[in-house]
């Protein structure tokens, strides 16, 4: 069987060369870097690491603290304002936790003060995950959050983790921890009064005393290198 050769017109060089930008713009397409998404619970293997410790820890009261990829987002949202401001406090950015929380599309409960803080802990200074915990631990009102140790608290069910190293700021690595839900509830955030309450005094002044040490740490953390 032979073909006949078809004589080459301007119509048929046109639609040749369309068919190969296309298929050369589909190509280059997919060789591209394609941005990494964020893992569910932290930005990071650090990150994700001390999420699981928290999880997992023995005395959580939570029974199931879920990765939310949202708060993981807003995490990493904290510690690049904690690093541009270069200090560690909860306003960074000039938004309090829970504004920042609302104003990227985190739905935080009516039950939520606008100015305040039910959700975040800040660290910085130490590489290691179980370090940080360790000193989470050491200040009650941290440890209070992290393990749920308050009816309020225990019904945060969502986490979110960033760490992020910054070898040319002061304190270098920078770690934020979100626990928070969306769902409302009854209870009001726990205040001093609820805690003078419902706690011994020689253990509430010990707490007292050891969350004014792990503030002043976290302040003078590598300022002096």
Known sequence: MSTLLQPVTFKTVITTLMILTTVLHSTIGQTEEQPQPIQSCGNSPEAMALANLIRNHPRQQRKNLVCNNKLAQIARIKAKLI??????????????????????????????????????????????????????????????????????????????????????????????????????????????????KNKPSAQLKRDQIKEKLYRRKVRSTLWHR
């Open 83 to 196: 690093i541009d401001g270069q200090n560690i406090w909860h306003n960074a950015g000039h938004l309090t936790p829970n504004q920042l929380l609302r104003h990227h599309g985190y739905h935080l409960p009516a039950s939520y003060p606008w100015f305040g803080n039910q959700v975040e802990a800040l660290a910085g200074g130490k590489h290691q995950a179980d370090d940080v915990l360790t000193d989470f631990l050491d200040s009650f009102s941290h440890r209070t959050l992290l393990l749920g140790e308050d009816p309020f608290f225990v019904a945060q069910q969502q986490l979110g983790v960033a760490y992020v190293h910054h070898p040319d700021s002061s304190y270098e690595h920078y770690w934020v921890v979100i626990i928070a839900d969306e769902q409302d509830q009854t209870r009001t955030p726990p205040t001093n009064t609820i805690q003078k």
